[in-house]
């Protein structure tokens, strides 16, 4: 399972479309910009094979509870996130978004928001996550997030994630088009869950323009010949930059949950690698834009982003 958040890091009850994928939706129609999302979360709910709708119901939150439970690993009598806690930001306007698959109303995906701060058309992503085995799942679910946003006047929607967990980046990043634009260093302090045990909380909160196009290409440029600035725990370069200073280059491990278990120093050293390249790009005003499929992520300035 992934998910975003603490893994960092992916409709009143609305009547669920049976015989075929559905986006179930519990308002009116939010202008020209969600109407063509709309027919996208339809397209991603169909070819994950997922109904999505929003839950408001005791049993329904509850379930989604314990879908949290699983993901991270806590025992379903503490959950990371309170069934009590989703029902009262359900209360306060947010939204639990739950995908069921069409064939027994299996709970593959979930997610939870709430809106920013007053006078910003903004939405904050509390927390995704998605059965990793069924794949799609945690596309769809952040296409019904995008479609309840935009139908309530939002134009940007941000989480955050573990930077380490390089699939989630390329979801994030590449997948779904956002951009890296904070990087918050040991943002939650210790964690004690099955996923992040021992190490530190850094997480990147990426912002994603709701009325944009979409996906875009990794947008590695030339990396191998930029010349190396920093080194890994590996022996490897950590992290290159060109010389007209536009692009930043990063590498993460291959697999750092695996890694966090077997060998928990090493992950922090990595950790603490990736932070220093992270902070100090950042400072100079760099975002992330991309993450390739070898596990590096590509950070732009503002003037070279672009989706070539």
């Avoid at 992934?2 to 939706?25: N, Q």
């Avoid at 990426?206 to 725990?233: F, I, K």
Wanted: charged residues 20%; negative net charge.
């Amino acid at each position: 399972m992934t998910g975003e958040g603490r893994a960092g890091g992916l409709m009143a009850d609305d009547p669920v479309a049976h015989g075929s994928a559905a986006v179930a939706t519990d308002s009116a129609p939010g202008g020209t910009a969600a109407t063509g999302v709309r027919d996208l979360a339809s397209a991603a709910a169909d070819a994950a094979g997922v109904t999505l709708r929003t839950v408001h119901d005791v049993t329904g939150i509850a379930a989604v509870a314990d879908f949290f439970s699983d993901v991270w690993q806590t025992p379903r009598s503490t959950p990371p996130y309170p069934a009590e806690v989703l029902h009262s930001l359900v209360h306060a306007g947010g939204a639990v978004h739950a995908a069921y698959s069409l064939a027994g109303e299996r709970l593959t995906g979930a997610s939870v928001a709430v809106f920013g701060p007053p006078g910003e058309a903004d939405v904050y992503s509390f927390v995704a996550a998605a059965v990793a085995s069924d794949r799609g799942v945690g596309y769809a679910v952040k296409q019904a997030q995008r479609v309840w946003a935009l139908e309530r006047g939002a134009r940007t929607m941000r989480w955050t994630f573990d930077p380490l967990v390089g699939r989630n980046a390329r979801f994030n990043l590449v997948k779904l088009g956002a951009a890296g634009t904070e990087y918050l260093v040991d943002f939650y302090g210790p964690m004690a869950d099955g996923v992040n045990d021992g190490d530190e909380s850094d997480r990147l909160t990426v912002t994603w323009d709701l009325a944009a196009p979409g996906s875009r290409t990794a947008g590695e440029g030339d990396r191998d010949a930029a010349p190396a600035t920093h080194r890994a725990p590996d022996g490897d370069p950590l992290a290159r930059r060109d010389l007209a200073d536009s692009r930043v280059w990063c590498r993460v491990p291959d697999d750092i949950v695996k890694l966090r278990t077997a060998d928990p120093l090493l992950a922090l050293r990595w950790r603490h690698a990736v932070r220093k390249v992270f902070t100090e790009a950042f400072a100079e005003g760099y975002t992330a834009t991309g993450m390739s499929r070898d596990g590096w992520y590509t950070l732009t300035r503002p003037s070279s982003e672009g989706h070539a």
